[in-house]
């Protein structure tokens, strides 16, 4: 069994436990996923199963959220799941004035990642830091935002918006509410996130843990392929003698494509034989996945 899974991860797992579910319920023991998704966010989850394992690290870097910023309140988490550290009544802010200051997100930008993140600083994760009381410089990262958009705008004592945010990886959405608290002088926090796109791969074609349990026992569920979310990489076909070549570990005559290039390797018969790079007139085998008989 090799594919991706595309789940919808549901509030309150990690994704380190949606690995272990998964892992259960497929019955196979050599499972990861691309992109780290919070406890408290949803959406989109890309799992890879067996040897798809070895793809993760092609994968599109794009990711694309819907968030819903609180503003007037500011927590040590920088979403609702912290403990509150200001909290203070917004009455006379619009939406004119928010929209202006996401203008600001927009672009390449510069972000200090949340105290509780993943991130590590002198080889010690943030979350880990943060939980002992130990304060510690987190350095500044670059990261781009292509698109932000409002979907929603709710006022009243803790004016929420709903923003549809498309990314590059490492941003942090918690880092973008807060911010924008900062900007609008309120504090900002995330209430609800949840990742429409990830790496690929789409809400719409997401299942949920329920989806997968009931498709299991009807034999009806399926892996994508695991070239699934790799149209990004251009491809090239081999001829029966060259694939099987390939396969075994050769570098064999490139077929004219750019030097140093990834790319998808096909066989004549369209199987997708894993990835290769084209590099001194040789497509070298970086990743195989079929054998040639």
């Known amino acids: 069994m090799q594919g991706f899974l595309n789940l919808n991860k549901p509030f309150g797992l ?10 259960k319920l497929l019955r196979v023991k050599r499972i990861g996923h691309a992109g780290t ?3 408290a966010a949803t959406g989109v989850l890309p799992i890879a199963v067996g040897k798809a394992t070895r793809l993760l690290q092609y994968l599109p870097k794009e990711k694309a959220y819907k968030a819903t910023i609180r503003l007037g309140v500011r927590t040590t988490t920088d979403d609702l799941q912290g403990e509150i550290i200001t909290q203070q009544p917004v009455t006379d802010l619009n939406l004119e004035t928010v929209k202006l200051a996401l203008q600001q997100f927009e672009g390449k930008i510069e972000q200090i990642p949340p105290n509780y993140s993943a991130i590590q600083v002198q080889g010690k994760r943030l979350y880990d830091l943060a939980r002992k009381g130990e304060t510690v410089e987190v350095p500044v990262r670059m990261v781009e935002v292509f698109k932000m958009e409002i979907l929603d705008w709710r006022a009243g004592e803790f004016p ?3 923003v549809a945010i498309a990314c590059g990886t490492g941003t942090y959405i918690r880092a973008i509410a807060r911010d924008l608290g900062t900007v609008l002088n309120t504090g900002g926090t995330l209430a609800a996130l949840q990742r ?3 790496s690929g791969f789409f809400l ?3 299942l949920t843990f329920t989806d997968l349990e009931a498709q299991l026992p009807t034999g009806t569920f399926q892996l994508f392929p695991p070239d699934a979310a790799l149209r990004h990489l251009q491809s090239t076909n081999l ?5 099987r070549k390939w396969c075994q570990g050769q570098k064999i005559g490139d077929q004219g494509n750019s030097n140093s290039e990834i790319l998808r390797v096909y066989a004549e018969d369209g199987r997708f034989l894993g990835i290769g790079q084209s590099q001194d007139d040789l497509l070298i085998p ?3 996945l079929e054998a040639i008989s």
């Open 239 to 243: 001829n029966t003698i060259d694939a």
């Open 160 to 162: 929420e918006v709903d």
């Open 14 to 23: 990690t994704s380190h436990d949606c690995i272990a579910k998964t892992r």
């Open 196 to 198: 429409t796109a990830s």
């Open 286 to 288: 970086v990743v195989v």
């Open 37 to 39: 998704l919070d406890p």
């Open 204 to 206: 719409a074609d997401s």
